[in-house]
């Protein structure tokens, strides 16, 4: 979609305190769209008191969500600590249609059985970074099922196959002969057509995101909205520091996951990349975060600092106390030592061989992946390394460790 440049409104003086509105709005944004008319919005907003109507849209597509998703639910407390109304809408009939956003075939769509069940834990994860008693949670199906057939087709009359197609990926499918179905089509006419039922202000996006907010702000302009500008998100590259974070690159840390285990693997993280992480998960001002740059290339560790990053965020997701205990946990076990509350687990079948024995305790999803973590000295019975995969060990108490971060006090019996 082309740049289109910014529309004639009135203009109100900008203020310091829209200033410092616009440069929390910035912060680690990768678009915001148009500037000049947000700041017109927020220093209308702050003359009138009316607050600013702010929508982010998800799809439940699936039960769990990771720290790479609260990248822009961290965007939205920020603008919700300003004062502003921000709206959780939760998709469910835009979920019946299946995003095919940056996929280079058809997402196949969820039963309304599945989109119910995701639904369910969506925003109570969600509520742990936003404001759970200011937040308007939404739910799309609420505007988009009364429209019926005959709405649908006034809607899709309103936006052209050539607009469409300007879609990047659209246009890759099309040119490479991969089918897209006239359903695909409807999927960011539907997102446009929420903020037209929200009378939306701002909504943010990741950039994958960002062709169907444009659908929305035109598709205001010709229900005779003011059109909302639009901020897009980054997407947060995975523990690797490659490739974005995603479960199926096991590159993730799941915000349901366990205290010592999200602290373990955000202190796996490069000291470069850790910055990366302070921009857009901290809720440090930049101020505070660019002083700890300073301090680093004056001989500060960085691990100090990596030391602060995950224990704001496990105390986010748990609570403090948590993220103290997971860091003596740590310090723990970087000395070789034994986390101090880990699982205890009874299992009969003695002797049983080691590979049964490191499933069953629930170390490791499969025998498979046990002799796997053996092959590559991952797995240890009372500190010392296994490298025998046909061990059978006898009636006893052991404490087995895979990896760094998974150990477990088994009690086998025979």
């Known amino acids: 979609m082309s740049t289109e440049s910014s529309v004639a409104v009135p203009s109100l003086p900008i203020t310091d305190e829209v200033r410092a509105a616009l440069t929390i709005a910035r912060r680690g944004c990768d678009e915001l769209l148009i500037e000049d008319e947000f700041a017109q919005k927020l220093a209308r907003s702050a003359q009138t008191g009316k607050p600013l109507r702010i929508k982010l849209g998800l799809d439940p597509t699936a039960p769990d969500i990771h720290i790479g998703h609260t990248v822009v639910l961290n965007k939205m407390r920020q603008l919700q600590d300003l004062g502003h109304t921000v709206i959780f809408l939760i998709g469910d009939f835009t979920s019946l249609i299946g995003d095919p956003s940056g996929r280079n075939q058809t997402r196949p769509p969820l039963t309304r059985e599945q989109i119910e069940a995701n639904a369910k834990t969506y925003f109570e994860q969600a509520a742990l970074v936003l404001d759970r008693e200011k937040t308007e949670i939404r739910y799309n199906s609420e505007w988009s099922m009364p429209l019926g057939a005959d709405g649908m087709i006034k809607l899709a009359s309103r936006y052209t196959v050539a607009r469409m197609l300007e879609r990047d990926d659209f246009t890759k499918r099309f040119q490479g002969g991969v089918p897209i179905s006239i359903h695909e089509f409807l999927y960011p006419l539907m997102q446009g057509y929420d903020s037209v039922a929200l009378q939306s202000d701002l909504e943010l996006g990741g950039t994958d995101q960002k062709f169907n907010l444009l659908v929305g702000r035109e598709l205001q302009k010709q229900y005779?909205?003011?059109?909302?500008?639009?901020?897009?998100?980054?997407?947060?590259?995975?523990?690797?520091?490659?490739?974005?974070?995603?479960?199926?690159?096991?590159?993730?840390?799941?915000?349901?996951?366990?205290?010592?285990?999200?602290?373990?693997?955000?202190?796996?993280?490069?000291?470069?990349?850790?910055?990366?992480?302070?921009?857009?998960?901290?809720?440090?001002?930049?101020?505070?975060?660019?002083?700890?740059?300073?301090?680093?290339?004056?001989?500060?560790?960085?691990?100090?600092?990596?030391?602060?990053?995950?224990?704001?965020?496990?105390?986010?997701?748990?609570?403090?106390?948590?993220a103290q205990r997971a860091l003596e946990d740590f310090n723990h076990r970087a000395r070789g030592g034994v986390p101090d509350n880990i699982p205890e687990i009874a299992l009969r079948g003695a002797p049983l061989p080691i590979g049964q024995l490191l499933k069953q305790a629930g170390l490791v999803p499969s025998t498979s992946e046990a002799l796997r973590n053996i092959e590559q000295s991952g797995v240890k019975i009372d500190g010392t390394t296994i490298t025998d995969k046909g061990l059978k060990l006898e009636a006893g108490v052991y404490v087995v460790q895979v990896g760094k971060r998974r150990f477990a006090r088994v009690t086998l019996h025979a």
């Open 224 to 322: 005779g909205q003011e059109p909302q500008c639009i901020l897009t998100m980054p997407l947060l590259e995975g523990l690797d520091g490659v490739d974005k974070m995603s479960k199926s690159k096991n590159n993730y840390v799941g915000i349901s996951e366990k205290p010592s285990d999200m602290f373990g693997k955000l202190m796996s993280i490069s000291d470069t990349l850790m910055w990366r992480y302070f921009e857009l998960l901290s809720f440090r001002s930049l101020e505070e975060i660019a002083d700890f740059k300073r301090q680093t290339q004056a001989g500060r560790n960085p691990r100090e600092l990596k030391v602060l990053l995950a224990q704001e965020i496990v105390a986010r997701f748990h609570s403090q106390a948590d």
